[in-house]
């Protein structure tokens, strides 16, 4: 995916990445660090009640999602395995810009800088806590034998990338929970919603992040 890239100063005072042919952003311009906390750590990593979680990242992009539950791993206790897909991954040059960690006050030569010089493809000990992988893949071509407890569905929106919001896909991140695992994701839209349910997950619609209205969290009840 070869676009021309602006960093944008979103309104949290935290920065995001704009795809400008496209349009398209790759968090909320009402507030990267909050969207992603909001939809991401208090709606998915704090609603599973388990000390050790799996957690599968659809859309790794800026890393933020990864910083943001690596930092909380630490906070709560919890033992976190997490994989990330990226299959177009940013430039260092890029990331190296991004003002996530002093936004949040921690030490980006732990939390943020390692999720992106560490190898690609391999499973890496960042703390006694969190274990991390990114895998450079298409969604479509993923496949592990491994189940998840949690899967932050951060794709583009279903109107840039709607071949990621398919019925196909959510049955494949169906097939991939353990049993009373969930997905959330900031969309919300109607054909989302069906895809969903038609996949065989049971869809709650919660409050969104800041300027949106709702997002979703879809559980494997069974």
Same mark, same amino acid.
């Given at each position: 995916?070869?676009?021309?890239?602006?960093?944008?100063?979103?309104?949290?005072?935290?920065?995001?990445?704009?795809?400008?042919?496209?349009?398209?952003?790759?968090?909320?311009?009402?507030?990267?660090?909050?969207?992603?906390?909001?939809?991401?750590?208090?709606?998915?990593?704090?609603?599973?009640? $388990?000390?050790?979680?799996?957690?599968?990242?659809?859309?790794?992009?800026?890393?933020?999602?990864?910083?943001?539950?690596?930092?909380?791993?630490?906070?709560?206790?919890?033992?976190?395995?997490?994989?990330?897909?990226?299959?177009?991954?940013?430039?260092?040059?890029?990331?190296?810009?991004?003002?996530?960690?002093?936004i949040l006050n921690v030490d980006s030569n732990k939390y943020f800088l390692?999720?992106?010089?560490?190898?690609?493809?391999?499973?890496?000990?960042?703390?006694?806590?969190?274990?991390?992988?990114?895998?450079?893949?298409?969604?479509?071509?993923?496949?592990?034998?491994?189940?998840?407890?949690?899967?932050?569905?951060?794709?583009?929106?279903?109107?840039?990338?709607?071949?990621?919001?398919?019925?196909?896909?959510?049955?494949?991140?169906?097939?991939?929970?353990?049993?009373?695992?969930?997905?959330?994701?900031?969309?919300?839209?109607?054909?989302?919603?069906?895809?969903?349910?038609?996949?065989?997950?049971?869809?709650?619609?919660?409050?969104?992040?800041?300027? $949106?209205?709702?997002?979703?969290?879809?559980?494997?009840?069974?």
């Amino acid at each position: 995916m070869k676009n021309n890239i602006s960093i944008v100063k979103t309104l949290d005072g935290s920065q995001t990445i704009k795809l400008v042919d496209i349009d398209e952003h790759y968090h909320s311009v009402n507030g990267a660090i909050q969207e992603s906390q909001h939809v991401f750590i208090n709606s998915g990593f704090h609603y599973i009640c $388990k000390n050790n979680l799996s957690i599968l990242e659809i859309g790794f992009g800026t890393g933020l999602n990864a910083m943001l539950t690596f930092r909380e791993s630490e906070k709560c206790g919890k033992i976190v395995d997490y994989t990330a897909l990226e299959l177009y991954p940013l430039d260092e040059k890029i990331l190296s810009q991004l003002n996530y960690a002093e936004i949040l006050n921690v030490d980006s030569n732990k939390y943020f800088l390692p999720l992106h010089t560490c190898q690609w493809n391999k499973n890496i000990e960042l703390s006694e806590n969190f274990t991390f992988k990114k895998i450079n893949i298409d969604l479509n071509k993923y496949a592990d034998n491994k189940l998840f407890d949690i899967i932050y569905f951060d794709a583009f929106a279903p109107d840039k990338q709607s071949e990621l919001w398919t019925k196909t896909v959510f049955e494949k991140m169906f097939s991939i929970l353990n049993v009373g695992g969930i997905l959330v994701t900031y969309s919300s839209k109607g054909e989302v919603k069906r895809n969903m349910r038609s996949a065989g997950f049971t869809v709650i619609r919660l409050q969104g992040a800041a300027g $949106k209205h709702h997002m979703i969290r879809a559980v494997k009840n069974n």
